[in-house]
């Protein structure tokens, strides 16, 4: 019998919904993406399990058509710094982003899997996310830098630059 781990599984199901919704689609383009993200102690989100510095790699599916695309992702956090207690995290998410030239502006959510180190697992709160960016063009590969802003309440947001995040993706055409 076969058994997976959480990290496994959420993988697994992250990659047979994006399979699905590209066969579904199929009138447009889509892509494929590995990155990561620099991480904030963001102040917008009570409980945000990240500090300052705190590096997430992920991985991304990218369905293009007209002047947007959806943007599904996968980030796990392994051996956060700081003072919480928390050992990784699995963030799955997905964005609306449109796209003018090769500038980016887009807004989702994500949701955040847990791993404390005494053991406890747990799903927080959704929170948004505001993100822009710009693609470069690479000889076949697309080169994405973004900023992100997460926060919980529309009425909350703060463009202070200790609450932005970072993030760079190399993503290919399929």
């Known amino acids: ?3 997976f781990s959480r990290e496994k599984m959420l993988i697994l199901v992250f990659l047979l ?13 889509s892509y494929w993406g590995i990155g990561m993200r620099q991480h904030s102690e963001n102040q917008l989100i009570e409980k945000y399990p990240f ?3 705190d590096i ?15 943007l599904l992702t996968l ?6 710094k700081g003072t919480n207690s928390i050992k990784k995290v699995i ?4 964005s609306l982003v449109m796209t003018e030239n090769n500038w980016k502006l887009g807004l989702g959510f994500q949701k955040n899997y847990i791993q404390t180190e005494i053991g406890e697992n747990y799903w927080d709160d959704i929170s948004w996310q505001l993100l822009t960016g710009y693609g470069l063009k690479l000889a076949g590969v697309l080169l994405d830098l973004y900023v992100f802003l997460p926060f919980t309440s529309f ?7 200790n609450n ?6 190399a993503v290919f055409k399929f």
């Open 1 to 3: 019998m076969f058994t």
């Open 17 to 29: 919904i994006s399979t699905c919704f590209h066969i579904s689609l199929l009138a447009g383009q």
């Open 51 to 53: 500090t300052d510095k």
């Open 56 to 70: 997430s790699f992920g991985i991304s599916y990218e369905y293009h058509d007209l002047g947007g695309y959806w």
């Open 75 to 80: 980030n796990y956090a392994p051996e956060l």
């Open 91 to 94: 963030s799955p998410g997905i």
């Open 155 to 161: 009425n909350d947001i703060r463009f202070k630059s």
């Open 164 to 169: 932005l995040e970072y993030g760079i993706a």
